[in-house]
């Protein structure tokens, strides 16, 4: 099991970037996901969530209508589109993937299983 992300980096206030999380080795009929971030000093915190059986998707609302999740079940990949960023989305950000049991606690961490190694994203003010 893999999951890989990608597209971080430094942008300006107001930017947009793209992450992209890679997954292989199980299957998105079984598994959700996640994204989580984690702030210098700051708890890890649950960011957006897609399932592919039936597209739920869900925000925190610090990013509601900012971010958008998708998935390309075709590519085994879902995206993170961030948009309007700020210097506080500055942080490591993490895709994983939790068990489809699981799902009604889709900001867990503590559920969620595989875990990419992050991608940092810095938001310059």
């Known amino acids: 099991v893999q999951l890989v992300e990608s597209g971080g980096g430094l942008v300006q206030a107001g930017g947009s970037l793209r992450l992209s999380c890679a997954a292989s080795?199980?299957?998105?009929?079984?598994?959700?996901i996640g994204w989580f971030r984690q702030a210098p000093g700051k708890e890890r915190e649950g960011v957006s969530y897609?399932?592919?059986?039936?597209?739920?998707?869900y925000y925190t609302d610090s990013v509601k209508g900012r971010f958008t999740i998708s998935s390309d079940n075709a590519k085994n990949t879902v995206y993170l589109q961030m948009n309007s960023l700020r210097p506080e989305d500055t942080a490591v950000y993490y895709c994983?993937?939790?068990?489809?049991?699981?799902?009604?606690?889709?900001?867990?961490?503590?559920?969620?299983?595989?875990w990419g190694q992050g991608t940092q994203v810095t938001v310059s003010s």
């Open positions: 897609i399932n592919s059986w039936d597209g739920t998707t």
């Open positions: 080795g199980f299957s998105f009929d079984d598994y959700a």
């Open positions: 994983a993937a939790i068990l489809r049991y699981y799902t009604a606690s889709y900001f867990r961490a503590d559920l969620y299983d595989y």
